[in-house]
């Protein structure tokens, strides 16, 4: 709070309403007033400039390129850290002592397995179903398996609610991707570390033993930490929308999962690779940047621009370097989709259009190339954004529900339908 206040005039009124202080970017002014002062709505659609919480999880500086989770730089965490630290400091809010640290890994380790009867939901759905609505059937369906953890008003039921998810979402999204091939379900294993664990749920088959590679898991890791959290988005505001009625956490996060499946917003990074693949070879990637400039050709560069980061996704550069790591570690010494993004990118950067406009590489940009080379299908892409988001919208449900100045989210409209008239019979309808 401040003593600064904005004033709107409206025609010869004069109305004041309070400024809160960031700590840090824009600060906000309290509008909670205004119908009732005025009777007037204000109208911001696609939220450009609406503040529609208060939250102390992750900042972003679009401007600077700035990435921080309860005030740690993202490159610090995905080089540093691990992702169950990220966890622990997304939900706690203070990354883990030792002991806290191994605690908590062991709660999340002994909760991987899934109730025996949800098998029979997976082989309910279609083999070529996409394995989103099948993530989105899996974990709503969470809470009619785990009735003891969906009272919201309980903080014990909430905190066993979130450990359940970050266990149990990839045993969920492997077995939807075991289901996708026709082959076995692969069981946790709690002598593997989360991200180990998952890659040999996700490519373990029973005729052979399988060995995680180190430097995937590490990566695989990595990538999570990258998708943890991201402040207001479209998925998490349906998180903290359908959560503001009360409902149950499982239901919240199967309803940020289905937004996130659109590709507006996490399915960029399967774009992003069909538009490397359709390039080709670099010779051809004056033809694409030309048609990206063209304003009658609907093609954009996709991995490139996004609404808030104005500079350097700092996710992104992380990602280019896993890239490389994950590419070395398979022997892939010669890829040419990585050749045409490397060469894409320096195009891109050294043309006027896209500096202009502030147009640089984004997360997705190099996460397809990665991911396809661990062996994932592009289907697969977006599930494992929203295994790692889960995390994410866990801790701002969480934050959400422990505000004493939450209600139930209820957005106004400005109406421009027809004004009130009398019903005809059918008769009389011209
Ligand atoms: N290629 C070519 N031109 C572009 C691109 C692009 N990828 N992105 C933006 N522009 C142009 C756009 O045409 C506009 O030009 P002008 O001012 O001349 O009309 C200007 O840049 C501003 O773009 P905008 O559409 O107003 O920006 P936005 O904030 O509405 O869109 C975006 C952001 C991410 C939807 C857009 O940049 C885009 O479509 N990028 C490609 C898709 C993509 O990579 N999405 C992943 C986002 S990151 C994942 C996540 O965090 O969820």
Redesign the pocket.
Known sequence: MTDKSATLTIGSEKYDFPIYEASLGPDVIDIGALYKNTDKFTYDPGFTSTAACESAITYIDGDEGVLLHRGYPIDQLAEKGDFLETCYLLLYGELPTAAQKEDFSHRVTYHTMIHDQMHFLFRGFRRDAHPMAIMVGVVGSLSAFYHDSTDITDPHQRMVASLRMIAKLPTIAAMAYKYSQGQPFVYPRNDHDYAANFLRMCFAVPAQEYEVNPVLAKAMDRIFILHAD?EQ?ASTSTVRLAGSSGANPFACIAAGIACLWGP???G??E??LNMLYEIGTPDRIPEFVKR??D?DDPF????????VYKNY?PRAKIMQQTCHEVLGALGITDDPILDVAMELEKVALEDE??KA?N?YP????YSGITLKAMGFPTEMFTVLFSLARTVGWIAQWKEMIEDPNQRIGRPRQLYTGETQRDYKPVSERG
């Open positions: 991201h988005n507006a917003h996490g960029a990074n774009a992003a990206a400039k304003k954009r560069l996709m991995g490139f621009g996004h609404r996704d259009y896209f406009r147009l984004n997360i997705d940009f």
